[in-house]
């Protein structure tokens, strides 16, 4: 026989069922198992319906893409994502194309606006793309991570090498904790 004890007094509320000699904790929302603690270790249950994960719960996305950006030898921003406290892995890419004669592009992941040589969080790239005509260069960058306290704005900032050029861009970030 399960024992159930009501984590909430008032309004929907999550159910915390244990069963009898099992050594399994459930924990309940909505009448879906959330969290299952048992002797062999805890196992968080991700969403399985498709939707987001709430503000402020594991696995939070937030994602931000740009249109064209004229962008020139000076740092600038191309597009920015605003982050809560909390554990982040950030993830980007700054892409040219458009006019020849771009013959490469600096790109950072900035908590300064337009600092594309320097990235606040220790990573930069810079691609070594000569143009043959088509105008086209790409930095892309792999999981970086932000352990922050307050809300803090990160941009994607890129920087040509020579002449100005059109450049998109891409930044996301999960909360892993």
């Known amino acids: 026989m399960a024992s159930s004890i009501n984590a909430s007094t008032s309004g929907p509320g999550g159910v915390i069922t244990t069963a009898d000699n099992s050594g399994i904790l459930q924990i309940q929302s909505g009448g879906t198992t959330a969290v299952t603690v048992a002797s062999t270790g805890t196992s968080i249950v991700g969403v399985t319906n498709g939707t987001n994960a709430a503000t402020g719960v594991v696995g939070e996305f937030i994602d931000s893409q740009s249109g064209a950006v004229s962008v020139s030898t000076t740092g600038t921003a ?18 040219y194309y ?75 970030a999960r909360r892993m904790r």
């Open 78 to 95: 191309i597009t920015s994502i605003t982050l809560t406290a909390g554990d982040w892995d950030i993830t980007g890419s700054a892409v």
């Open 98 to 172: 458009g006019a020849s004669g771009s013959t490469g592009i600096y790109a950072a992941i900035n908590t300064t606006s337009g600092a594309a040589t320097t990235g606040s969080l220790g990573q930069n790239y810079n691609t070594a793309f000569v143009s043959t005509g088509s105008g086209f260069g790409q930095a892309s960058f792999p999981r970086i991570r932000a352990n922050i306290t307050t809300t803090t704005t990160y941009y994607l900032n890129a920087q040509l090498i020579t002449t100005t050029n059109n450049c998109y861009g891409y930044i996301s």
